[in-house]
């Protein structure tokens, strides 16, 4: 009897220390294939075409390589992290710091409790970026022709600067136009789902508040806030989420040549951005539609200001178990200030596939296009641009 009760609190210690350990998964997705890019851009004087192609990465998911893990702190709390980071398989150093290879993805600590909701601290996600993927029939992959979530891929995108690529500042379908990926220094809330709403707010606060001297004025403060509420009833989900960065973030605000000499300088920036999206699922076909709002305006002067707005619509249809093919088109408007008001149309469309071989690989092949008009009041010109992939991913 002695000894089975020795047993019994020995299992019972054991049982207690694993609960107590952290446990951890290691992730990523390696996607490799073959890309081609054919842009043009007409100009006043001349049009300079560019045409690139060959085998590269990242095409339909950027790679990754991943840690996460939770830890159970009883009573229903629990402690969690996550460290993700992109890199490059095309490069000779997988991590070359030189290059955007290694870029820190997502890196934060958090705590939950059941029937509360979390929060974590550190590099992640936006309200919008999370709520873009769970109401877009692309996916979020690297491809042109998502007019919300804009991308360009071509055969030497790994490097920094590609050599062969058309740089426009016309092309208003640029990566980063649409809307602020992730943020760091970023504490963000989220609540339970709740009769099918779940909230979600951030706090961005980097510690640079200070008053700027000189002639330029104003505060060099470099902090955002945002909310998000996404309400799922059965097949149909429903999101609206809003997020606000002050100075030089990203995107919009972070390049003085947009539109010429109408610059828009990367500091004293206020750059709000919205989003709704709603997805219905019909069983064999999946809809899709977006709307999206951004507006960057100088803390100085009101009337200096970058504004791009767009919609979109798509469809998702499972044709066999194995087989999946997605459809999109958006077009918007792109608007600055300076004379005339320089303004722009944008359009876009894109075509995909996949064909799962296994529960983790797929085969796949992407088609997209963008083009942005001639840029009224102003003397850029038109841009067009297409963009195709064919390549095999793996997750774990």
């Known amino acids: 009897m002695k000894k089975s009760l020795l047993a019994l609190a020995a299992m019972g210690a054991f049982a207690g220390a694993a609960q107590a350990q952290s446990s951890v998964t290691v992730y990523g997705i390696i996607d490799m294939g073959y890309v ?20 590269t990465n990242g095409a339909e998911s950027t790679n990754r390589l991943g840690f996460r893990g939770t830890e159970d702190l009883g009573g229903g709390a629990r402690a969690f992290f996550t460290v993700e980071m992109a890199f490059g398989p095309n490069n000779t150093n997988l991590f070359d710091t030189s290059t955007t290879s290694a870029q820190n993805r997502q890196s934060f600590v958090g705590l939950g409790k059941k029937g509360l909701g979390q929060f974590a601290i550190g590099n992640q996600y936006t309200p919008i970026h999370i709520a873009v993927g769970q109401t877009s029939a ?25 050599a062969n690529t058309v740089s426009a ?17 970023m504490l963000k809330i989220e609540s339970e789902t709740v009769a099918g709403f779940k909230g979600t707010a951030f706090y961005v606060a980097n510690g640079n508040d200070s008053d700027q001297s000189g002639t330029t004025g104003g505060k060099n403060d470099r902090n955002g806030w945002g909310v998000g509420l996404n309400y799922a009833w059965q097949k149909l989900l429903v999101t609206a989420n809003y997020q606000s960065f002050t100075a030089n973030q990203n995107g919009l605000t972070a390049t003085p040549t947009i539109y010429g000499t109408n610059a828009q300088t990367g500091t004293n920036i206020n750059d709000n ?41 798509g469809v998702k249809a499972n044709f066999t178990s194995t087989i999946e093919a997605w459809a999109s088109a958006g077009n918007g408007k792109y608007q600055a200030f ?27 092949a992407i088609f997209g296009a963008t083009g942005t008009s001639n840029v009224s009041g102003a003397t850029n010109a038109a841009y067009n641009g297409t963009n195709y992939a064919l390549g095999v991913r793996h997750t774990f």
């Open 36 to 55: 081609g890019s054919s842009q043009r851009l007409a100009t006043p004087s001349a049009v300079n075409k560019t045409q690139v192609g060959g085998f």
């Open 138 to 162: 692309n996916g979020q992959n690297n491809i042109m022709g998502d007019i919300i979530y804009p991308s360009n891929t071509v055969s030497n995108y790994q490097t920094t600067t590609p």
């Open 169 to 185: 500042p016309s092309n208003n379908n640029g990566s980063s136009a649409g809307y602020t990926v992730r943020a760091a220094n």
């Open 273 to 313: 951005q919205f989003y709704g999206g709603v997805t219905y699922d019909f069983g064999i076909l999946k809809a899709y539609a977006q709307y999206i709002n951004r507006k960057a305006t100088s803390e100085l002067n009101a009337n200096q200001y970058v504004k791009r707005t767009a919609q979109q619509i």
């Open 338 to 364: 300076g004379t005339d008001a320089p303004t722009a149309n944008i359009v876009a469309y894109q075509l995909g596939s996949n064909y799962w071989l296994s529960k983790r690989t797929n085969l796949y």
